[in-house]
């Protein structure tokens, strides 16, 4: 059965920071792995979304990398900013089966 | 309205009313899910349409009943709740069950 960890479960940075957000996941037989932002209450937003034949996806000052034979997937936040504040999920398919989550990072970055 | 939509966004409702959620998406896309968030859990997947048929009911209660009318529109149908059943409605969609999902904002429901 297939499970998704995410480390740390908050995280809190100034202004500024690079960080990263890590995601591990126990099978890694994945069609692709998808990260999203959640802001409180609200629903979720794509960011990223990785086959399993890529390794990296960039969208901005967002990176996400995946390694597939380790199960790990992070993602790295160039610069943070108060915007970026919001819970960061990710999401793993393995064929055409439902994607599973994990619990999430809320992330808060304070000026 | 653009993207995917769901309405009501907050809903209160006691064990022996019968409600509807509604979902909606402008997007062209042939595939609708309805999940579950509950306080401090993953996302849970409840149900999964493709061309407007069921393909996956992840052995949710009898008292959640979808229906997918059409391609565009996703109901979720309550009755007889549980206060356990307080959560995050969410709804997504996407083209083809395979590709990137989009989520609508979600509906806060609360069962006294």
């Known amino acids: 059965k297939q499970e998704v960890t995410q480390i740390p479960a908050a995280l809190s940075v100034p202004e500024g920071e690079n960080l990263v957000l890590n995601c591990s996941f126990t099978d890694s037989a994945i069609y692709n792995l998808q990260w999203f932002r959640q802001d409180p209450g609200k629903g979720l937003t794509s960011l990223l979304l990785?086959?399993?034949?890529?390794r990296e996806q960039t969208s901005g000052r967002l990176n996400a990398s995946l390694d597939k034979s380790s199960g790990r997937s992070t993602l790295y936040i160039a610069a943070s900013q108060p915007g970026d504040s919001a819970t960061y999920l990710c999401a793993v398919r393995k064929d055409t089966d439902k994607l599973i989550f994990g619990t999430g990072t809320r992330l808060q970055v304070f000026p | 309205e653009t993207g995917v939509t769901q309405t009501p966004r907050h809903l209160v409702m006691g064990m022996t009313n019968k409600k509807s959620l509604k979902c909606e998406q402008h997007l062209g896309h042939n595939a609708m899910y309805w999940y579950k968030q509950s306080a401090k859990k993953p996302l849970e997947l409840m149900f999964v349409?493709?061309?407007?048929?069921?393909?996956e009911n992840n052995s949710v209660p009898s008292r959640f009943s979808p229906e997918c009318p059409n391609s565009s529109h996703l109901f979720l149908h309550l009755h007889t709740l549980q206060p356990e059943d307080s959560a995050l409605y969410l709804c997504a969609s996407s083209q083809e069950e395979q590709r990137e999902q989009y989520f609508g904002p979600g509906t806060r429901l609360t069962v006294t």
């Open positions: 990785i086959q399993s034949s890529q």
């Open positions: 349409y493709s061309l407007e048929e069921r393909v």
